[in-house]
């Protein structure tokens, strides 16, 4: 069992790999987001590398603000058409916000030219 579980992070280790402090992996595991691959007897949790990517989408969708409860519907759901049209939603949204920032930063360029030419 040992060297079978040398393949696996412990929580600690997934957390760096991850980016996100151990308190956030044991939430995940709470709410059935994204719990360990392996639990042991004596409680120790591990890792597999592949849920690393399942952890990136999840990281993906919170940075989108999409909440945890549609994170984990989606991917309990696997339905590629439901992602599909969550990913098209928020790169319309990025690009509204990219418009938005646009536009305000031409009217502090026009409000800066006018300010050093008065």
């Not at 599909?84 to 509204?96: F, N, Q, V, W």
């Amino acid at each position: 069992m040992r060297e079978e579980l040398e393949k696996y992070f412990t929580t600690g280790e997934f957390a760096n790999l991850c980016r996100v402090k151990k308190q956030t992996l044991f939430h995940y595991d709470e709410i059935g987001l994204l719990s360990p691959q392996i639990k042991t007897e004596n409680g120790y949790r591990y890792y597999s590398y592949e849920q690393f990517e399942v952890f990136q989408v999840i990281a993906l969708f919170k940075e989108f603000g999409v909440p945890l409860k549609e994170i984990k519907v989606l991917l309990k759901d696997k339905k590629p058409i439901n992602m599909i049209t969550l990913l098209k939603e928020k790169s319309l949204e990025i690009e509204e916000k990219i418009k938005s920032l646009n536009h305000l930063q031409a009217i502090i360029q026009t409000r800066l030219q006018l300010a050093e030419h008065a």
